[in-house]
Structure formats: structure tokens, C-alpha cells
């Protein structure tokens, strides 16, 4: 079994920045992708950012050029940098690790960008 914690989430003003970390513990055998995704009240989770074990990474067009998704292999911690926050960014960010196939999700922690 895998459990993920997520950790970093706030009250920010607009325009601020927020670092996300999501550490894995537990039966860690051969990550294949780490990532973080969000859920705003009354919408669908939805992708932010991913990153592969070969280090490739992916953004979703709205948080292109504003958040980094940065991985610790040793730690198992996968990160989210996020600058420029705007309201539209507040959300409850998951972080979603896959290991052979099998994915897991943490808990969730709260992101408040206030205007």
C-alpha cells in the first residue's frame, strides 16, 4: 500500500505564491508518474500538472507558464510551485501517484487565492 500527504496549501492574495509538496510512503517499488490535480466547488477534477519517472512533464493550458512540477526521487515527493496565483486557482490540488498501474490519490489540501 501506498499513502501520499499533501502539504502547502493556504490563504494567498492574488498574484502571490504557493508551494504544494506530496510526500509517498509505504510499499514505493517503481513510480511510473506523479501529479497534481484540482477540484473547485461545484466543477470536476481536473489536471494540473504531471511529471513521468523519465522526468517529462505536462501542464494544463490554464497554469502553463505560472506553476512548476518538480519531482524528488530519493524523497518519493513530487512539488508544485505555483506563482501568479489568481482566484480561479482556488481549489482543493490532489496529488495522484500511478505505480504499476495502480494509482493512488491523497487526501487533498485546500488552496484559497483571494482577489
Known amino acids: 500500500q501506498v499513502q501520499l500527504v499533501e502539504s502547502g496549501g493556504g490563504l494567498v492574495q492574488a498574484g502571490g505564491s504557493l508551494r504544494l509538496s506530496c510526500a509517498a510512503s509505504g510499499s514505493i517499488f517503481s513510480i511510473s508518474f506523479m501529479g497534481w490535480y484540482r477540484q473547485a466547488p461545484g466543477k470536476q477534477r481536473e489536471v494540473v500538472a504531471g511529471?513521468?519517472?523519465?522526468?517529462?512533464?505536462n501542464y494544463a493550458d490554464s497554469v502553463k507558464g505560472r506553476f512548476t512540477i518538480s519531482r524528488d526521487n530519493v524523497k518519493n515527493t513530487v512539488y508544485l510551485q505555483m506563482s501568479s496565483l489568481k482566484p480561479e486557482d482556488t481549489a482543493v490540488y490532489y496529488c495522484?501517484?500511478?505505480?504499476?498501474?495502480?494509482?493512488?490519490w491523497g487526501q487533498g489540501t485546500q488552496v484559497t487565492v483571494s482577489s
Open positions: 495522484r501517484l500511478v505505480q504499476r498501474a495502480v494509482e493512488y
Open positions: 511529471i513521468t519517472s523519465g522526468g517529462t512533464t
